[in-house]
């Protein structure tokens, strides 16, 4: 495959994560009143596995779904570089709540979330770009 197909490749992987996470995160918002309660289970299905896939990143490890970059917690490091173990410790305890049944998200969490989906748009304009330049 060329450097444009696997950056594209790459690109779309990332776009579908970002995508999937943005709408997760709509839904989380409007709360279990607003959305049914399949709506609000898959959201936070998609929660767990983008969590699990940047857990598995800073782990050393390999994502499972959706194939996330180390690019993407290397955004997410820069933007917490004060408090990086707390908040991935952070990310690791809210990821084993979204285990348990019922639960509902704080405040920070939210924010954590959506910091998690500037950091995957970030990542999507850098391999946007990186394919414009290798185009050319």
Same mark, same amino acid.
């Given at each position: 495959?060329? %450097? #444009?197909?696997?950056? $594209?490749?790459?690109?779309?992987?990332?776009?579908?994560?970002?995508?999937? =996470?943005?709408? $997760? @995160? =709509?839904?989380?918002?409007?709360?279990?009143?607003? #959305?049914? !309660?399949? #709506? &609000?289970?898959? !959201?936070? *299905? #998609?929660?767990?596995?983008? @969590?699990?896939?940047?857990? $598995?990143?800073? %782990?050393?490890?390999?994502?499972? /779904? &959706? /194939? =996330?970059?180390?690019?993407?917690?290397?955004?997410?490091?820069?933007?917490?570089?004060?408090?990086?173990?707390?908040?991935?410790?952070?990310?690791?305890?809210?990821?084993?709540? @979204?285990?348990?049944?019922? /639960?509902?998200?704080?405040?920070?969490?939210?924010? &954590? =979330?959506?910091?998690?989906?500037?950091?995957? %748009?970030? *990542?999507?304009?850098?391999?946007?770009?990186?394919?414009?330049?290798?185009?050319?």
């Amino acid at each position: 495959m060329s %450097d #444009v197909g696997l950056l $594209a490749t790459q690109l779309a992987n990332t776009a579908k994560c970002g995508e999937d =996470l943005d709408q $997760a @995160l =709509l839904s989380l918002k409007k709360g279990r009143t607003s #959305v049914t !309660a399949s #709506v &609000y289970t898959q !959201a936070t *299905e #998609v929660t767990k596995i983008v @969590l699990s896939d940047l857990l $598995a990143i800073i %782990d050393g490890k390999l994502p499972h /779904q &959706y /194939q =996330l970059r180390e690019e993407t917690t290397e955004i997410l490091r820069e933007m917490h570089r004060i408090d990086w173990q707390e908040f991935s410790d952070k990310l690791s305890a809210m990821r084993l709540q @979204l285990d348990k049944p019922d /639960q509902t998200l704080r405040l920070e969490q939210m924010q &954590y =979330l959506e910091d998690i989906a500037r950091a995957i %748009d970030t *990542e999507c304009s850098m391999l946007f770009q990186r394919m414009q330049g290798r185009h050319r």
